[in-house]
Every structure is written in C-alpha cells, then in structure tokens.
C-alpha cells in the first residue's frame, strides 16, 4: 500500500509542473549534429512511431546531419529484452540506450535520472539541435538537457497523448485531474519549446490553439521513401510472393490493432459483403489489443475462413500485403484522437499504388480525396462503408485510376526526403537566431 501511495504521489509531481535540475554544461556545439530523444526504436520495436523516427534519422544523414538517437531509461528491457545491448547500429543509425545498473523506484526520480545519463551523453556527441517527441515527459528532459548545454530544443507532436489515454476509458476520464493536468503540461511543453513540428493542418490547429505561434510550428508529414519509391509490383506478383491466392479479391489493412481504428466496423461491413462477393477475403495485419475481440466476431459472422489475421510482420512483408490488396481500408471511429491525427500507413498505400477508402475525418481528409486517390465515408456506419467498397470491388478501372493518383500525390507531396530537408531547414534557422529564454 505504500509503494502504490508513493508512486502515485510521484506521478501527480510531475504531472504538476515537476522539472528535472541539471547544473549548467555548455559545450560548443557541432555544426549539423543532432540528438534525438525517442521513446522507443527499431530494431526491438516495429511500430508507426518507431518506423516513423528511423525514416527520419536515415534521411536526415543522407542530407549530411551527423544524428545520434537515444532511448528511454531502461528501454528496450523492459519491454521484454533482457539481452539487449548498449548501442545498435540500424541502416546506419546509431541507437543508444540508457540502461543502468538500477533504477529509481518513483516517476520523478527516473525522470531525473534519465535527464542526467543523456546530458552525459550529450555532452559528448555536443549535438547544435536536441529532438524529441511526444509525450510531455520527454519533453521535459529534452528541455532540461538543451537547456544545460544551452541549445535550442525541438518538439515533436505525433499525437494527442492525453485523448488517446482517455479514448480506451469512459467518457468521465476528460473530466479527471489526471486528464486537465496531463492536456496542461502538454500545452505547457510546447510553448516552450524553441519549435514544434506535427503532423499536418488539423493537428497544427489544435497546438495554435494553446498558444503556440504559427511562425513556431513546422509540418512534417507522415511520408515514405526506401523501396515504397520503387515502381509498386502487380497484385498477382505480391500475392504470390504471400503465398495467397491470385484470383480472389481483397481488402482489409495494416494497422495497430486498437479499438479507435473501427476494424469492427470494417468486418460488420465485410459481412454484408461477403454473400455478395464470395472470392472477397478480409486481411488485418498487425496486432493489439482488439485483435481477440476481432477474431470472435470474425468467427460469430462464420467468416474465419474468409479473414487472414497476420499478427506482426515485418516492415518488407507489411508492404507486400500493402500490394496485394485491391482496397486499402481505413474506418476509423470518430474522437478527438482520430480527427486531429494522421496515421502512417495510408500514405504507405497510397504509394504502393492502392486505392484508400477512410472515415471522413479532418486528419484524413488530409490524405484521402474523396473521388480522386480514395473515398471517403462517414464513420462508424459500416452500411455505407459496405457501399463504397461494393463499388470499388466491383470496378478494376476505377481501382487503377485512384491507385494511380494516390501514388502521384504522396511522390510529389510526402517523401522523407522532403521531410529532412525542411528538418534541416528549420534547424539551421534556429541555430542562428538561438537565444536561451530567461527561466
């Protein structure tokens, strides 16, 4: 009872405007160097976030800025990777982890103790720019850290943590003091960081909003590079290097698998298909927390041999199934999280090429043109969402015709290459015009 006492009190200090303290430690920084500060990473993580950072990392050295990125305290162990080494090198990025040989026991003392291990890293790789990203408690040491070896400090906001924390409890959860106290410190983090970089326009509205200045806040969008450049192979071929068969039809996505991408609407949808197109197949790639949820109701509708659920793959094998889909399918539910942030993996679709068909929300009406690379519909109603699939099933042209513009969109508009060069932009202009705010 008193280690639960403790560790909640710590959590409501840093919840209520806690800050690390670290001694002042200037160094002089390296031109076109920076530190970014992750929550997790590739190799032992394969999510939007961790697939997201690395793009960026690997473009950003191929435009000539020398990049470090560092870890959480005691990532990836306890995540499970108990053998996990202090450094990995991935496509050229370096990846460091801060894994001492104990932690503290309470929030605010591991928090603490992180700030300290990476201004002894920082210290020695003297970065001219520290980046971190969402949530606000790396926010909190990046500040600290820029702030001691006195450089500008970037954060990027990848999502509306807060929201998504209440969006899996109920509706009370916005009316909390763990949800006032957790939206305050993350406005808080942003007006002060020296820039704040997002996703797109619905998102850039919502931090504007708190306070942020326009001129403060960069764009970056969710984009691809690597082999989603290349000329996107046909159906049959990415089919058969699956092992699925060539002449069925199918839909589905690769995705999280969590209760606000509406993936059960997407197979009540499915059930109103599937008498109506008997070689249409539904595919889920990826894993979460809904999948059981998703098999039983799979199993209810006695479609189980129809539907493929993959669990996790790997990056190349995710773009295959990207390719072997005729309709790509994002139905998310309607929330605060999901009109304000867009998801990777639409954009991956686009570029392979395929036809997208999402909920008409602000995030991804950001993406998806209705009639011109996908179709939109209203979410949360799987009658209509039914319909527009019907619709695209049935007509190979149209699939083509979208495909096709879908690819031109993202090649001219979101590549990571784009995204490094406005990065390296952005960062350059804040070295120059650096001036340390008085505490």
């Known amino acids: 009872m008193e280690k639960q ?15 690390p303290a670290l001694p002042a430690a200037p160094v002089k920084a390296e031109p076109r160097r920076v530190l970014h500060l992750l929550t997790n990473s590739v190799p032992h993580t394969g999510s939007g976030y961790a697939r997201r950072a690395h793009s960026i990392l690997c473009a950003q050295q191929e435009i000539g800025w020398e990049t470090l990125a560092v870890t959480r305290l005691g990532y990836p162990v306890q995540i499970g990777a108990l053998n996990a080494r202090k450094r990995d ?8 982890r801060i894994l001492p040989a104990s932690m503290a026991a309470t929030m605010d003392g591991r928090l603490q103790q992180q700030a300290s291990e990476l201004l002894d890293i920082a210290r020695d790789f003297r970065p001219s720019i520290i980046h971190t990203t969402t949530h606000f408690v790396n926010g909190l040491v990046a500040r600290e850290v820029a702030k001691a070896l006195d450089v500008p400090w970037v954060y990027e906001v990848r999502g509306q943590l807060a929201d998504t924390w209440a969006s899996s409890r109920e509706e009370a959860a916005r009316s909390s003091e763990r949800y006032e106290l957790f939206t305050a410190r ?16 619905s998102m850039k509205r919502n931090i504007a909003a708190l306070g942020v200045p326009d001129h403060k806040i960069l764009i970056s ?29 199918y839909m589905g996505t690769v995705s999280s698998l969590v209760g ?10 499915f059930a109103l298909l599937a008498p109506r197109l008997p070689k249409l197949k539904l ?21 189980s041999s129809r539907t493929i659920f993959t669990g996790r ?8 199934y990207h390719l072997a889909l005729d309709v790509f399918v994002v139905p998310r539910k309607d929330s605060a999280v999901t009109q304000a942030v867009t998801p990777l993996k639409p954009v991956e679709a686009l570029a392979c090429g395929r036809p997208v068909v999402a909920s008409d929300l602000g995030a991804l009406g950001e993406i998806v043109h209705d009639g011109i690379n996908g179709r939109l519909t209203k979410a949360e109603d799987p009658g209509q969402l039914a319909e527009v699939l019907l619709e695209l099933l049935q007509d190979e042209g149209l699939c083509r015709q979208l495909g096709a513009a879908g690819r ?3 090649l001219a508009t979101r590549t990571w290459q784009a995204n490094a060069q406005a990065f390296g932009g952005a960062y350059e202009n804040l070295v120059s015009n650096y001036r340390r705010r008085v505490s």
Not at 10 to 16: A, D, G, N
Not at 89 to 96: M, Q, W
Not at 186 to 201: I, K, P, R, S, W
């Open 313 to 320: 793959v790997l990056p190349e094998q995710a773009r295959l």
């Open 221 to 249: 969008p969710n984009a691809v590079g690597g082999s989603y450049l290349e000329p996107p192979l046909g159906h049959r071929d990415a089919r058969q290097a699956l092992g699925l068969d060539p002449n069925a039809l």
């Open 283 to 303: 595919v889920f790639v990826g894993d979460g927390a809904a999948a059981p949820a998703l098999r039983d109701q799979v199993q209810r509708l006695g479609l």
């Open 260 to 269: 606000y991408e509406g993936l059960d609407d997407l197979v009540t949808a």
């Open 186 to 201: 993350e406005a808080e983090v942003m007006c002060t960081a020296d820039l704040v970089v997002t996703l797109g326009e």
């Open 89 to 96: 090198v991935v496509d050229g990025v370096r990846y460091e």
């Open 408 to 410: 031109e969109y993202v």
């Open 5 to 19: 006492r403790r560790r909640l009190a710590s959590e409501l200090k840093v919840f209520s405007g806690w800050n």
